[in-house]
């Protein structure tokens, strides 16, 4: 049996649309993006080598951030 994952489109959304917990859940996935870009934004710099370059994940926060302020 093979299992069809969802896009992260997909699972954003249905998280946003078929919680049991209603509309209560947006809030929440927005104050949690909220929280994590803020964090993300204001991080010390990153060691080492990573996958994804931090200035360009700093500029991700800094968009989400940007966009929850503007909405």
Same mark, same amino acid.
């Given at each position: 049996m093979q299992i069809k994952h969802k896009t992260n489109t997909q699972f954003i959304h249905d998280l946003m649309t078929k919680s049991g917990?209603?509309? =209560?859940?947006?809030?929440?996935?927005?104050?949690?993006?909220?929280?994590y870009a803020e964090r993300a934004r204001d991080a010390e710099p990153w060691k080492g080598q990573t996958f994804i370059s931090?200035?360009?994940?700093?500029?991700?926060?800094?968009?989400? =951030?940007?966009?929850?302020?503007?909405?």
């Open positions: 917990q209603g509309a =209560l859940i947006q809030a929440f996935v927005i104050e949690a993006i909220r929280d931090q200035d360009v994940w700093k500029n991700c926060a800094r968009e989400c =951030l940007e966009a929850i302020d503007n909405r």
